[in-house]
C-alpha cells in the first residue's frame, strides 16, 4: 500500500490551497476511514480531519472547522483536503492516512492508521 501526497506550498495569509493524495494497492471501500493530520515544528501530529462510511460523514479539528474541506474520490482512488482562508498557524507538514474498519473514538487517533503518506508542506507566510 501507497500513499503520495501532493498540493503543498507557500501561500499568504488568506490563500488556499487543495492537497492530494493519491492511494494504490488498496481498494477503497465504504469501510475504509481516510484522514489527514499535521505535525508543525516542535510539536506533536495532530488530527486535521477525517472521512468515513464510504465519505457520508465526515469529522472536523475544531481549528480547521469552517474552513477546510475532506473529499475522496473513488474513481481517482484519491483523498482531498481543501484547505481556504490559511492562516500562519496552519503550517506545517500535513500527512495523509488509511485505516480500515476503525472504531469512532480511535478516528482521532493517529496510532490507529497502519498506512501513511510521506508528508507534503505547507507554509502560511504572513
Known amino acids: 500500500v501507497q500513499l503520495q501526497a501532493s498540493g503543498g506550498g507557500l501561500v499568504q495569509v488568506g490563500d488556499s490551497l487543495r492537497l492530494s493524495c493519491a492511494v494504490s494497492?488498496?481498494?477503497?471501500?465504504?469501510?475504509?476511514?481516510m484522514a489527514w493530520f499535521r505535525q508543525a515544528p516542535g510539536k506533536e501530529r495532530e488530527f486535521v480531519a477525517v472521512?468515513?462510511?464510504?465519505?457520508?460523514?465526515?469529522a472536523y479539528a475544531d481549528p480547521v472547522k469552517g474552513r477546510f474541506a475532506i473529499s475522496r474520490d473513488n474513481a481517482k482512488n484519491t483523498v482531498n483536503l481543501q484547505m481556504n482562508s490559511l492562516k500562519p498557524e496552519d503550517t506545517a507538514i500535513y500527512f495523509c492516512?488509511?485505516?480500515?474498519?476503525?472504531?469512532?473514538?480511535?478516528?482521532?487517533?493517529?496510532?490507529?492508521?497502519?498506512?501513511w503518506g510521506q508528508g507534503t508542506q505547507v507554509t502560511v507566510s504572513s
Open positions: 492516512a488509511i485505516g480500515q474498519s476503525l472504531i469512532w473514538s480511535s478516528m482521532r487517533n493517529d496510532q490507529a492508521y497502519p498506512y
Open positions: 494497492g488498496l481498494t477503497l471501500r465504504g469501510s475504509t476511514t
Open positions: 472521512i468515513f462510511r464510504g465519505g457520508q460523514t465526515l
